[in-house]
């Protein structure tokens, strides 16, 4: 069982659909969440980040864990062309002393 | 604003040559890191380094090395090119290593012939 799932997709859907991105992992031991959000061409980069359980809100971005079901979410309202990318999931040990452990990324295409 | 450079953004190679890919960082972080990204398999990664000389293995170090003598600089070796290794080569750094945040570069593809 790999550590850290994550559905490639494509995802495909029509501006202003509310998204949900999802990971799924195996070790209880991930305290550090992070979503990143990758465009093509270019190199991921930090989109939302979250320690242990809980949710985090940023504008139209919210970031879910749920630790007991060893579940991250990310949504995204009102979604926009923009937001068309490829989004990884990332996380890392409590002692936070080694590299991130990523999912493969779900590629996102937002159609106006 | 910060920055990961790297040196090429497109490469191409016949197999069996040597590959240098260079990356700076001008952050001052102690962390550096080398991944490669293919499609269906994700972000793997290679190598990576927390001080100047340090470096550990990743998941994939097979067929590669690297090399850190200044702060700023991580390097990546491939020493004999082959097509397996054709494929995004990003690099990224970090202030700690596992609990903070990731600054990659835009990447250099790869492509061995």
């Known amino acids: 069982q790999k550590e850290v799932e994550q559905d490639p997709g494509p995802l495909s859907v029509p501006e202003g659909a509310i998204v949900s991105l999802n990971c799924t992992y195996s070790n209880s031991a991930f305290q550090y969440f992070m979503w990143y959000r990758q465009y093509s061409r270019k190199g991921p980069e930090l989109l939302m980040y979250?320690?242990?359980?809980g949710n985090k809100e940023d504008g139209r971005f919210t970031a879910q864990v749920d630790k007991s079901s060893k579940y991250i979410s990310l949504f995204i309202r009102d979604s926009q062309p923009s937001d068309s990318a490829t989004y990884l999931c990332a996380m890392s040990h409590d002692s936070g002393n080694t590299p991130l452990v990523f999912g493969k990324g779900t590629r996102l295409s937002v159609i106006a | 604003d910060v920055k990961v450079t790297q040196s090429s953004r497109y490469l191409v190679k016949r197999t069996g040559e040597k590959v240098f890919l260079e990356c700076v960082q001008d952050?001052?972080?102690?962390?550096m890191f080398w991944y490669r990204q293919d499609p269906g398999l994700g972000l793997r990664l290679i190598y990576f380094s927390y001080d100047v000389k340090m470096k550990e293995k990743g998941d994939i170090p097979e067929g590669y090395s690297v090399s850190r003598e200044k702060k700023e600089r991580f390097s990546l070796i491939l020493e004999s090119t082959s097509t397996n290794q054709t494929s995004m080569y990003l690099c990224a750094s970090s202030f700690a290593l596992g609990s903070e945040k990731l600054f990659f570069g835009s990447g250099t593809q790869l492509s061995v012939l």
């Open positions: 979250t320690y242990s359980s």
């Open positions: 952050m001052d972080h102690e962390n």
